[in-house]
């Protein structure tokens, strides 16, 4: 979204009084959990429909409706994560300062990414998949498919802390060079998100020259990533950091969300209306990558989706869920939990109904809905586990303004 001075005031208007409890905004909390909900279901469709990815679980059924529903979460979901996630990393910066602000950012993030990783993780991959390989081998072989086996879906985690650690350095870098407050950035109007959606489409177009989707490296030696979406998730990140300076999040105004969230939605069923009533959908125009004029398309469409649903649903949401609840307080508190532990559960589940004659649909269903409530709840019991919590990075804070 571009923002500064060709952001116009036009679109300013007074603050919105934003509900709370215990200083966390009641709206964020409703979206992290519907979006966890959205990954949790994702991971638990990959084996009843044409994913085009590896997973461990393998049935018979090909649930061809599911097809262009992952292409479509991938386009918002985890971008509206790092968009919140940049939202909260200001405030706590300055509020703790440089070396607390890092060392809280481990104990919550890097301390659960480590474990999982090297605990659980591949220990679980070598006797798998590579029993008979060496160590250097085996270590070797995950590099090459940039680390991904490792981490798996905690590549989030990772990085989370590697964005975290990039904002401390440009901030002593920014407020070494200038001695004035951080600036305050204007609402972007019309104009300056379709300017965001243009700017995202061609750099993401640009780099799935070289790197289509689905394609993973080890982003700085170390962090599994895909460059792919790359893009996505560092501008939505830095536009999160933005927004906090200018205040959007109560800023802009209800019907400016509405318009994005129609565009979001409306872009979203024309594609995948598009992709069901193609001739051949496993070469449907969601292109994952070349410089063609295919892949150029996918590339706005997605960026136009990625807008549409990340300012819509943060408006809308802020205008939908204006009272807490106990059991949202629950949920909330126990989303990043459910996070890190929903694969286990689901691949669990998954494994358990692998043998059973049943219709792929009522699976999916079934994997679905027990993976939440498994993963939620564990999530939710391990905060009273001193132990358990400490692993889990759930541990209780009472602090405002915290990122997730």
């Known amino acids: 979204m571009v923002t500064g001075p060709a952001a116009t005031d036009s679109i300013e208007s007074a603050p919105v009084d934003l509900p709370d409890r215990r200083g966390r905004m009641v709206f964020v909390d409703a979206l992290r959990v519907i979006v966890i909900g959205w ?38 979901g985890l971008g509206l994560l790092f968009f919140l996630a940049g939202y909260f990393v200001p405030a706590a910066y300055e509020r703790k300062g440089a070396g ?40 070797r072989s995950l590099y090459d498919s940039g680390w991904l086996n490792a981490y798996i879906h905690l590549w989030f ?31 972007p109007n019309h104009g300056a998100v379709m300017g965001f959606v243009i700017a995202l489409g061609l ?57 994005w969230l129609s565009i979001g939605l409306v872009t979203s069923a024309v594609v995948y209306t598009a992709v069901m009533l193609a001739n051949d959908p496993g070469s449907d125009l969601i292109e994952g990558g070349g410089f063609t004029g ?10 136009l989706i990625c807008a549409g649903m990340v300012v819509g649903m943060t408006v809308v ?19 990043y939990a459910a996070y890190i532990l929903h694969v286990t559960f689901v691949i669990g ?24 409530v498994l993963a939620f709840g564990a999530g939710h019991l391990s905060r ?15 602090a405002r303004g915290d990122p997730p």
């Open 39 to 76: 990954v949790i279901a994702h991971h638990a469709a990959q084996p009843y429909g044409p994913t085009g990815g590896d997973w461990p679980i393998e049935d018979p059924g090909n649930l061809e409706w599911l097809r262009p529903l992952y292409p479509l979460g991938a386009a918002f």
């Open 100 to 139: 607390r602000f890092l060392q809280e950012r481990w104990v919550r993030i890097g301390m659960p990414l480590l474990v999982f990783v090297l605990v659980v993780h591949l220990p679980v991959v070598y006797l798998i998949d590579s029993p008979r390989l060496g160590l250097g081998a085996f270590v």
């Open 157 to 187: 985690l990772g990085h989370l802390v590697l964005y975290s650690v990039g904002y401390v350095v440009w901030r002593k870098l920014i407020d070494r060079r200038f001695d004035r407050p951080p600036r305050r950035w204007a609402v």
């Open 203 to 259: 750099i993401t177009w640009v780099v799935r020259g070289w790197y289509p989707i689905d394609e993973w490296v080890p982003l700085l030696f170390v962090v599994a990533a895909e460059p792919a979406h790359l893009p996505q998730y560092v501008s939505l990140f830095a536009l999160g950091a933005i927004a906090y300076r200018g205040d959007w999040l109560r800023r802009w105004p209800t019907r400016f969300g509405v318009v």
């Open 294 to 303: 295919q892949a150029l398309l996918w590339s706005m469409l997605e960026a």
């Open 317 to 335: 949401g802020r205008a939908v869920f204006q009272r807490s609840s106990r059991i949202l307080e629950a949920m909330a508190a126990a989303s």
């Open 349 to 372: 589940l998954q494994a358990g109904l692998e043998g059973v004659s049943m219709a792929a649909g009522i699976k999916f269903g079934i994997v679905a809905s027990l993976g939440f």
């Open 384 to 398: 009273h586990v001193p132990g358990l919590r400490t692993v889990l990075g759930t541990t209780p804070r009472t």
